[in-house]
């Protein structure tokens, strides 16, 4: 696997993907409308249930805790793996490819002769289905959100390699490229937040990280049918429709909508929280 480290390939893969001046003329219409049947709904880590990815290795396997979806049924799905400090696999490959991003602690994951390369949290990477490779983790209860688009997830031995046409991509977190309200309209003027466009498709499936800054109070709006919004680092108060009170989600819980939504949260402290929608979003 070829990690990709320069600042100038990553920023040529991001352009390619959303050009901001491109957006402004094809995205006239605003999302932030009136919500009649609001959809919204939240996970909190604090409900996940972990299970062993493989049982034979004992204490020493890494946990899978589902967030949305059923990685053993063939559906999209997003959930968090954790592991143990000085984990590392032997090589395999996947039958399906999944995209992944550092929640905490350090991740190496690459070809099984490669050097080992430790991404920090808000590392974002790729695995092309059918590819060698081995991961590893540094740091007490490390933890990256995984995430596939049709299940089921599974290992499987090296002697089944193949080559499905696609090449895996690791971008340091030091390498995301942030856009701004000056380089975006899905930013209001003035709002402090910034977004990094990660990755799309031919299905207009998007998956965005967003910076949220200290003492944000504000609305992610959507249209989106698919919309899941999961906090990578940091904590967010999130109020739901029609509620009295906010509900504080940490690294590992989330929020999700079907169609026209608003989503109110605030902050006291920098928060990072990956977008998966089908649609433009708006951060007012």
């Known amino acids: 696997m070829k990690s990709i480290t320069y600042l100038t390939l990553i920023l040529g893969f ?21 919500i009649e049947n609001p959809t919204n709904k939240i996970g909190l880590s604090s409900d996940i249930i972990w299970e062993q990815m493989n049982p034979a290795r004992g204490d020493k396997s890494p946990l899978a805790g589902t967030i949305w979806g059923d990685r053993k049924a063939e559906v999209p799905t997003g959930y968090i793996g954790k592991f143990v400090d000085g984990f590392s696999s032997p090589p395999h490959i996947h039958n399906v490819t999944y995209r992944a991003i550092v929640m905490k ?8 002769a490669a050097e080992s390369m430790w991404m920090p949290v808000g590392s974002f990477w790729t695995q092309p289905a059918g590819e060698s490779h081995i991961t590893a983790a540094k740091g007490e209860g490390t933890m990256a959100y995984i995430e596939i688009d049709n299940g089921p997830y599974l290992v499987k031995p090296t002697t089944e390699s193949f080559d499905n046409g696609e090449r895996p991509i690791n971008v340091d977190a030091s390498n995301i490229i942030w856009l701004d309200h000056s380089q975006t309209n899905w930013i209001s003027t003035n709002n402090q937040s ?15 990280f967003v910076k949220l800054p200290k003492n944000f109070k504000g609305n992610i709006y959507s249209k989106g049918t698919v919309f899941y919004g999961v906090i990578i680092d940091g904590n967010v108060d999130y109020k739901m429709p029609n509620a009295n009170a906010s509900t504080n989600l940490n690294a590992g819980s989330y929020f999700e909508s079907t169609g026209n939504s608003s989503h109110e949260i605030s902050t006291t402290e920098e928060a990072l929280i990956y ?10």
Do not use: C
């Not at 602690?105 to 099984?112: Q, R, S, T, V």
């Not at 977004?195 to 998956?207: E, P, Y």
């Not at 977008?275 to 007012?284: G, P, S």
């Open 14 to 34: 991001l352009v390619s993907y959303n050009n901001p001046k491109i957006e402004e003329k094809q995205t006239e219409n605003t999302v932030s409308e009136s």
């Open 105 to 112: 602690g350090l991740i190496h994951n690459d070809d099984p």
């Open 194 to 208: 910034k977004i990094s466009f990660l990755w799309g498709n031919a299905n207009h499936m998007r998956g965005v």
């Open 275 to 284: 977008i998966r929608t089908n649609d433009k979003i708006e951060i007012k």
